[in-house]
């Protein structure tokens, strides 16, 4: 049960509420009281963070203007003064990390006078604010003040953008905070290397008919909110490229009674405390469907990556029904739960009609016979066209969810599509992997159906390029990750060190070793996770299809064994009564030790799937072996260049 106290202080008019709103101080302590949130109410409202003794983030201004010209958080009174204590748990439809979070936190709210509010959580893992409002009928906000002034010039990993028009699929670029001059801006998370302290993490939750918030610089110690205003036109250039050609001179044009995205800085310690956070997902709005029941993660045999390579068959590979009724074996064969039917199934432009060769009632009819779930992946704007048509289409056939791709935008309207779209999907029990898309906010929470998405720089970048290689594999684990699950689908059979490397469009090869694959399995959270090469050559590979055939979505636990942001990983996640431990590097080789202090006593058998002795030279090279571990052994790893170690425990 949750355990709340309320207290309440109510300002009188006059002096007594000139003297309660000016020049005081209000403070929010994590449960652990480590963390401080201390708000200031004088001529603007100004936010401060600190951790222990230590100052994270300065005072910073935050206000809300509208349209009316009013400005929420100048010259601001406060009317009352409430705080809670939470004490809860939450057990999530879908596990990411654990089968039960506890959701602890402290609570102040403030009311102010003008009919707005704002409220400040702090958990032991960071803090967060959010602006509520209480006013009548539509309101424009102009513009939202959102500061984050930092007492050093400190490193920040930056994912920089050029415009509001993004996969936010961006290399993590480690500038100081005065290198980001006015102009630049980056797409959330984004994480800032405190000298000498925790981390500060910067993004939000609970993202609803609002616009994104992105981060731009000035020169200075200090980060300031952006947001892509209010779409008023847009061009479609294609089926999927539909840029906003204007924009209004607001925000969001919203309810006047609404509560406000949160604003959240999650405090990591240590570095694998930011892998370990739920705090986006617990700040999300709760569950919104009544029956769960049907909402599956699993694995998926994807077509696109591999370019349909299947060989050593009998038929013509390609968009066909004979290629996907092979997929459709192979992942009957290993127990895969899904396959996907990517780019080409349908003509582009037109859901309603199907390419020759693609028979898709006798395709799901057969995908049915052996338990397997057919997704296929749409274009938003095509999805959006024809949307009861084609729901009603996939509903019939038995799609059991849908990829929906090139959103690229998250102004109000396309934040709202996203909400519409995961509402579609659970009407008609359909899972939604969102790509093309923004950073997760806690939309899972809400719709779990929407069970994983993009907005990450993956696997497909070798196809054409080395954007997607171990230095940056290292990185994401401690940042875009710590927002949601993401779909960087894994998974390539064909991996090759730098010096080897040629990117190939049809033919894929990824960087790293075999194991830095295999370890993705396990370091990488998504529930809906990709098998990304061709089916034939996991058939060549028995070893590996063991591990990958048997490799959880979800977890019941999950604990960081030791990490370094950009250099490292290990991970330990627990399924049932088994567990499984991922260890990835950057391009340096490595030597790591494994603890094994969270098993339970007694002695356990463990696989291990471990780089090669020439892994340095062939990224193929890898070493399975089978031995006896005890809890509280340790194991000394080496990891080659761009290398991974992967291992099952039962």
């Given at each position: 049960m949750a355990k709340y106290k309320y207290v309440a202080l109510f300002c009188v008019m006059g002096v007594l509420a000139n003297a309660v709103s000016f020049g005081e101080d209000y403070d929010v302590v994590s449960p652990d009281k480590a963390l401080r949130l201390k708000v200031t109410v004088n001529e603007k409202i100004h936010y401060s963070v600190s951790h222990q003794s230590k100052v994270l983030v300065e005072p910073s201004a935050i206000s809300l203007k509208l349209s009316s010209g009013?400005?929420?958080?100048?010259?601001?009174?406060?009317r009352q003064v409430k705080r809670r204590e939470v004490d809860e748990k939450i057990f999530p439809v879908v596990q990411v990390k654990r089968r039960k979070i506890l959701d602890q936190f402290n609570e102040l709210a403030l009311e102010f006078e003008g009919g707005f509010g704002l409220i400040c959580r702090a958990y032991n893992d960071g803090v967060a604010y959010r602006?509520?409002?209480?006013?009548?009928?539509?309101?424009?906000?102009?513009?939202e003040?959102?500061?984050?002034?930092f007492p050093g010039d400190y490193g920040v990993y930056f994912p920089e953008e050029e415009s509001f028009q993004t996969h936010s699929e961006r290399e993590y670029k480690y500038y100081s905070l005065s290198e980001i001059k006015e102009g630049m801006m980056c797409s959330l998370p984004a994480l800032v290397d405190v000298k000498e302290g925790p981390k500060v993490l910067i993004t939000e939750a609970d993202l609803e008919d609002y616009a994104g918030l992105y981060l731009r610089g000035a020169g200075s110690r200090s980060l300031y909110g952006k947001f892509p205003a209010y779409a008023l036109a847009e061009r479609a250039e294609n089926d999927r490229d539909v840029p906003v050609t204007k924009r209004a001179d607001f925000?969001?044009?919203?309810?006047?009674?609404?509560?406000?995205?949160?604003?959240?800085?999650?405090?990591?310690?240590?570095?694998?405390?930011?892998?370990?956070?739920?705090?986006?997902?617990?700040?999300?709005k709760p569950l919104q469907l009544k029956d769960t029941s049907w909402i599956k993660p699993g694995k998926v045999a994807w077509d696109w990556w591999n370019f349909n390579n299947v060989y050593g068959v009998d038929f013509r590979a390609g968009v066909n029904t004979e290629t996907y009724k092979y997929y459709i074996d192979f992942a009957a064969r290993y127990g895969l739960e899904y396959i996907i039917l990517d780019e080409g199934w349908y003509v582009l432009g037109d859901l309603t009609k199907v390419v020759d060769g693609m028979d898709m009632e006798e395709l799901f009819r057969y995908a049915k016979s052996k338990n397997v779930g057919i997704i296929p992946w749409v274009i938003?704007?095509?999805?959006?066209?024809?949307?009861?048509?084609?729901?009603?289409?996939?509903?019939?056939?038995?799609?059991?969810?849908?990829k929906v791709d090139f959103m690229q935008r998250d102004d109000q309207w396309m934040v709202n599509y996203y909400h519409k779209i995961a509402k579609e999907g659970a009407k008609r029990h359909m899972l939604i992997d969102f790509h093309g898309s923004y950073k997760p906010t806690g939309l899972r929470r809400t719709y779990p159906n929407v069970i994983t998405r993009e907005g990450v720089r993956g696997l497909e970048n070798c196809k054409w390029g080395t954007a997607a290689n171990p230095e940056h594999d290292v990185v994401i684990p401690f940042i875009r990750m710590v927002a949601g699950p993401m779909d960087y689908t894994p998974g390539a059979m064909n991996n090759a060190q730098w010096k080897n490397f040629n990117?190939?469009?049809?033919?894929?090869m990824s960087l790293g070793t075999r194991c830095h694959q295999l370890a993705m399995y396990v370091v990488y959270e998504s529930p809906l996770q990709m098998l990304a090469d061709t089916p034939t050559n996991y058939l060549k590979e028995p070893e590996c299809m063991e591990f990958l055939a048997k490799v959880p979505t979800v977890w019941d636990e999950t604990k960081v064994l030791d990490g370094k942001v950009a250099d490292y990983v290990i991970i330990a996640r627990k399924s049932g009564a088994d567990w499984y431990v991922g260890a990835m590097t950057d391009w340096t080789a490595r030597e790591l030790t494994v603890d094994f202090s969270f098993l339970d006593p007694g002695r356990h058998t463990i696989d291990i799937y471990k780089d090669g002795i020439n892994a340095d030279r062939n990224g193929n090279d890898y070493k399975k072996v089978t031995a006896r571990i005890s809890s509280g052994d340790t194991l000394?790893?080496?990891l080659a260049p761009g290398g991974g170690w992967a291992a099952v425990i039962r």
């Open positions: 009013t400005v929420l958080g100048v010259n601001p009174q406060v602006f509520v409002t209480d006013l009548d009928g539509e309101i424009k906000v102009v513009m003040e959102a500061t984050f002034n925000i969001a044009k919203t309810n006047g009674k609404r509560s406000f995205p949160w604003r959240v800085m999650i405090v990591a310690k240590k570095d694998g405390d930011l892998i370990e956070s739920e705090l986006v997902y617990k700040l999300a938003w704007k095509t999805l959006d066209d024809q949307l009861d048509v084609a729901m009603d289409q996939f509903e019939k056939w038995g799609a059991k969810g849908l990117a190939v469009f049809n033919r894929p000394k790893i080496k």
